[in-house]
């Protein structure tokens, strides 16, 4: 999904959505996740806001539990969580997934561009 690392605005990740919310691949669904995700920010309300933010953390754990070994799903959820506020307390997989990641490319079970976006995003 290069394109979900183009999103500059608010435009484009409303584009993303319409674009790919119906798509019923779990890897595509672990992205609009995440620009739902980040569409909390646009909310004017800290309540509608905080709703947004838990509806979407658990559609995104709903699909890991689903799927566990989603490569994409274990990245979108580490970059999710090393980028929110920690007041959010939204951190408890951070060494879960970075394990994960770092096992999967150690056995080259990732492509290199892929590779690339996961060092380049996350702490690994």
């Given at each position: 999904?290069?394109?979900?690392?183009?999103?500059?605005?608010k435009?484009?990740?409303?584009?993303f959505?319409?674009?790919?919310?119906?798509?019923?691949?779990v890897?595509?669904?672990?992205?609009v996740?995440?620009?739902?995700?980040?569409?909390?920010?646009?909310?004017?309300?800290?309540?509608?806001?905080?709703?947004?933010?838990?509806?979407?953390?658990?559609?995104?754990a709903?699909?890991?539990?689903?799927?566990?070994?989603?490569?994409?799903?274990?990245?979108?959820?580490?970059?999710?969580?090393?980028?929110?506020?920690?007041?959010?307390?939204?951190k408890?997989n951070?060494?879960?997934?970075?394990?994960?990641?770092?096992?999967?490319?150690?056995?080259?079970?990732?492509?290199?561009?892929?590779?690339?976006?996961?060092?380049?995003?996350?702490?690994?």
């Amino acid at each position: 999904m290069n394109n979900f690392h183009e999103l500059q605005s608010k435009q484009d990740e409303e584009n993303f959505l319409k674009e790919f919310s119906a798509n019923s691949d779990v890897a595509v669904q672990a992205y609009v996740c995440a620009v739902e995700m980040k569409q909390a920010e646009y909310a004017i309300n800290p309540i509608s806001k905080l709703k947004i933010f838990n509806k979407t953390k658990k559609k995104l754990a709903l699909l890991i539990k689903d799927h566990p070994n989603n490569i994409h799903l274990r990245y979108v959820r580490l970059l999710l969580q090393e980028k929110t506020p920690a007041i959010l307390g939204y951190k408890d997989n951070i060494d879960e997934d970075t394990r994960f990641l770092r096992n999967e490319i150690k056995n080259n079970n990732i492509s290199k561009e892929f590779q690339t976006f996961i060092e380049s995003n996350t702490s690994i």
